[in-house]
């Protein structure tokens, strides 16, 4: 059974950093893309940044130059370093691996979520 869990998150103030971090766990061969979502209180769930297994990255325009994401592919763990952080940063970050590869399966897999509070 493959399971994804986040920590790093926390409370801190405008202007400050946090990092994420997210392992994945169980019989995994490969996963194709790691990536992490945000959802703001009353909002849907949006995209951050995602990796690619080969190293692409993807961000949303709203952290670009403020987030950077990296990945350890023999580890299965994906990070998230936010630099410069606002208050509408503030919510829930989940983590997310699509293309899980195990022996019986392929499929796609959440975390959680972990709690970000950015004050002003």
């Known amino acids: 059974q493959v399971r994804l869990v986040e920590s790093g998150g926390g409370l801190v103030q405008a202007g400050g950093s946090l990092r994420l971090s997210c392992a994945a766990s169980g019989s995994i061969f490969s996963i194709n893309t790691m990536g992490w979502y945000h959802q703001a209180p009353g909002k849907q769930r949006e995209l951050v940044a995602v990796?690619?297994?080969?190293?692409?990255?993807t961000y949303a325009d709203s952290v670009k130059g403020r987030f950077t994401i990296s990945r350890d592919n023999a580890k299965n763990t994906v990070n998230l370093q936010m630099n410069s952080l606002k208050p509408e940063d503030t919510g829930v970050y989940y983590c997310?691996?699509?293309?899980?590869?195990?022996?019986?399966?392929?499929?796609?897999?959440w975390g959680r979520g972990t709690q970000v509070t950015v004050s002003s």
């Open positions: 990796i690619t297994s080969g190293g692409s990255t």
């Open positions: 997310n691996a699509m293309g899980v590869r195990t022996y019986s399966s392929r499929a796609d897999y």
